[in-house]
């Protein structure tokens, strides 16, 4: 069994920082892929970013892009996201999840690619 579980969600600033935690309990694969999803008050979930367990390739939705950075550490099974230069648009509920049938080409963006998912942090940046 699988339990995904995150940290590091606040208050912050406009321009301000913060970095989430996933740690990945339970189960590692070479195979895996992990990705960070956000959902805003009254619209859909949607990608932020996603790292290769092994290889540690990423990618990231056009709106993070040079604000965010995912990575992980192997050996704490986590998975961090570093997100800079926050906007008020950046506050949503952040979600971890994990894909343990990745194939090893592109990475998953899509929900339903991935099998766990974390309970999600609350993500509020001031204006």
């Known amino acids: 069994q699988v339990q995904l579980v995150e940290s590091g969600g606040g208050l912050v600033q406009a321009g301000g920082s913060l970095r989430l935690s996933c740690a990945a309990l339970?189960?590692?694969?070479?195979?895996?892929?992990m990705g960070w999803f956000r959902q805003a008050p009254g619209k859909e979930r949607e990608f932020v970013a996603a790292?290769?367990?092994?290889?540690?390739?990423?990618y990231y939705t056009d709106s993070v892009k040079g604000r965010f950075t995912i990575s992980r550490d192997n050996a704490k099974n986590t998975v961090y996201l570093q997100m800079s230069s926050l906007k008020p648009e950046d506050t949503a509920v952040y979600y971890c999840?994990?894909?343990?049938?990745?194939?090893?080409?592109?990475?998953?963006?899509?929900?339903?690619?991935?099998?766990?998912w974390g309970q999600g942090t609350q993500v509020t940046v001031s204006s």
């Open positions: 999840a994990a894909d343990y049938s990745w194939a090893g080409r592109l990475l998953p963006i899509t929900q339903g690619e991935y099998e766990y």
């Open positions: 339970g189960r590692t694969s070479s195979r895996l892929a």
């Open positions: 790292i290769s367990w092994g290889g540690g390739t990423t």
